[in-house]
């Protein structure tokens, strides 16, 4: 389970990278650039965070419950901070907030899902 879930994240991470490099390529409006370019900074930290774990002995299923039940806290945050964002007038801080929403809600999932199957265990 614990190398599923790695998977998971990294995938999403290089998906949100090489998606957000070939659309700022494209050199798209303020707004649009600033949602790019969110989604590929989490992409970069999401497979920072994951990687050394790829590299590693797998964590106790107790214990990574227990990440995940933070990360899924740590939504708290991510959420309302992206729908400020999201909100303002600045398109380029409008961008960052959507490009925070999409990427937590896409890591709020994994990490939801894999939370309730350890639980379930």
């Not at 990440?67 to 309302?80: E, W």
């Not at 959507?98 to 265990?121: K, T």
Request: with cysteine; hydrophobic share 60%; proline share 4%.
């Amino acid at each position: 389970m614990h190398q599923q879930l790695i998977a998971s994240i990294f995938a999403v991470a290089l998906v949100s990278l090489a998606a957000s490099t070939i659309a700022l390529f494209t050199r798209p409006r303020e707004a649009y650039r600033g949602f790019w370019f969110m989604l590929g900074l989490w992409g970069v930290l999401d497979g920072v965070i994951v990687w050394p774990s790829l590299l590693q002995e797998p964590m106790a299923l107790s214990d990574l419950r227990i990440v995940l039940g933070i990360n899924l806290l740590l939504q708290c945050i991510y959420l309302p901070t992206g729908i400020i964002m999201a909100t303002r007038a600045k398109p380029l801080v409008k961008g960052f907030g959507f490009g925070i929403l999409v990427s937590a809600i896409l890591l709020g999932i994994i990490d939801a899902i894999f939370y309730l199957r350890l639980s379930a265990q």
